[in-house]
């Protein structure tokens, strides 16, 4: 039922890059990956279902709008199925710019023909018929439960493989949203992103919106090969990143601290990218969910972080993108 072997995604050309219309301007959106509640120490378990953060996102969504902030929202099949996470992420699209897209975690995942391991909680790792008809699965539930066929999509674990595209094509997707650049999943049988860049690109008939990471510090000319080879050493990523010399930034306020990610942001722009892209969980809405919120004090944090974000983002000049508007703007 896998096909497993790391998958390592293969650097797009210069001509894939997407060239965003002037109109377009620099702009930065937000994908929430909207799932169940797990223990992130324990192994997967299919029994892990429950949705009861979902009972935090009109507030928090409530703060996003304050921001003129819309929410890509990557719902999975534990939260499709129940009614309740339905009805609230119903009233959060009615802000007229958040939008739903798929989010696929297989081992909650029907059809159930694989064991649940780490290698196949990487959809990517499944056969070909496997991870079609778990993407079928949760693409038309997901479109029963809102009214419309979802047209973005994100491997959970970020785990894209090397027929994932073409599926999604073949179901009408426009958007990917599964690449994590600058890291390496291999060790796992996931995949390796270490070849790819923040900027948007068009592969297979869709256009891979890659989540932006960034390489600060004084030896940020070397990125990912250097913070790769500092792996192979113990505690030496840790040491650089200390000492200020390099550290591997992604745009999302789980475990990255807030000034590290606005001179990130000030980085991709200098850079050129005009498409900046934020990610978070849901279970982080809700304290003792995720390793990144554990307790009142790191929810606060995590809200101000936020809201210092945007403001930055607004001294900038860069304003928010919904998934309407991205797709308007690719043509």
């Known amino acids: 039922m896998t096909d497993a072997g790391a998958y390592r995604v293969p650097r797009p050309s210069d001509t894939d890059r997407v060239a965003w219309p002037d109109s377009f301007g620099t702009r930065y959106t937000v994908f929430v990956d909207v799932e169940e509640e797990f223990d992130w120490r324990r192994p997967l378990d299919r029994a892990n279902r429950a949705t009861s953060a979902m009972a935090a996102f009109p507030a928090a969504h409530r703060r996003f709008v304050d921001h003129g902030i819309a929410l890509g929202c990557m719902v999975d099949h534990p939260i499709a199925s129940d009614p309740a996470a339905v009805a609230t992420l119903t009233r959060v699209i009615e802000d007229g710019r958040s939008e739903i897209g798929t989010q696929l975690h297989p081992w909650v995942n029907p059809p159930f023909d694989e064991p649940v391991t780490p290698v196949t909680s990487y ?9 079609a008809a778990k993407i079928d699965a949760l693409t038309d539930l997901v479109a029963g439960a809102f009214g419309v066929r979802p047209r973005a999509y994100r491997a959970g674990r970020y785990g894209i493989g090397p027929r994932t595209i073409a599926l999604l094509a073949e179901r009408g997707y426009r958007i990917d949203s599964s690449v994590r650049p600058g890291y390496d999943y291999s060790a796992d049988r996931g995949p390796d992103f270490t070849a790819i860049g923040s900027c948007a690109y068009r592969i297979g008939g869709l256009v891979e919106l890659p989540l932006t990471t960034v390489f600060t510090g004084r030896l940020r000319r070397h990125g990912a090969p250097l913070h790769r080879a500092l792996g192979r050493v113990p505690r030496a990523r840790g040491a650089f990143a200390r000492a200020g010399l ?15 990610a606005i ?3 000030d980085i991709a722009l200098e850079a050129g990218i005009r498409l900046l892209n934020f990610s978070f969980h849901s279970p ?13 004090a790191d929810l606060a944090q995590f809200h101000d972080w936020w809201d210092r974000m945007a403001r930055h983002l607004g001294r900038r000049g860069v304003a928010n993108a919904g998934l309407a508007e991205i797709v308007a703007a690719l043509g």
Do not use: F, K, Q
């Open 263 to 265: 001179e990130a942001v």
């Open 246 to 260: 390099l550290s591997r930034i992604a745009l999302t306020p789980e475990d990255m601290p807030v000034d590290a």
């Open 123 to 131: 959809a990517g790792n499944l056969d070909r018929d496997l991870e």
């Open 284 to 296: 982080s809405l809700v304290p003792g969910h995720t390793p990144y919120v554990r307790d009142a």
